[in-house]
């Protein structure tokens, strides 16, 4: 188990760009995928982007070229960049890890 706690969400105008945190409570270096989901309302919660313990990222159609995950396991921590924000990133961000646990969600939210 790890408890995970997001932070970095807020109010931006579209265009802008945010940085989201996950700060783990344990060693995150075993854990193979770590990711960032969000669900908007009267939406099902999908993945935005996602990593692995090598590396290697996944985004979502709708964010690629625009978000960029990164993890830094010294520091228990995964980053969410999100730069040229739109309207319809508006949700809350939740972060997980190894695919089981997750955290309580930040809210994001967008204004035109």
């Known amino acids: 188990q790890v408890q995970l706690v997001e932070s970095g969400g807020g109010l931006v105008q579209a265009g802008g760009s945010l940085r989201l945190s996950c700060a783990a409570s344990?060693?995150?270096?075993?854990?193979?995928?770590m990711g960032w989901y969000r669900q908007a309302p009267g939406k099902q919660r999908g993945l935005v982007a996602a990593?692995?313990?090598?590396?290697?990222?996944n985004y979502a159609d709708s964010v690629k070229g625009r978000f960029t995950i990164s993890r830094d396991n010294a520091k228990n921590t995964v980053y969410l960049q999100m730069n040229n924000l739109k309207p319809e990133d508006t949700a809350v961000y939740y972060c997980?890890?190894?695919?089981?646990?997750w955290g309580q969600g930040t809210q994001v939210t967008v204004s035109s």
């Open positions: 990593i692995t313990s090598s590396g290697t990222t």
């Open positions: 997980n890890a190894g695919l089981q646990n």
């Open positions: 344990r060693n995150i270096r075993t854990i193979n995928a």
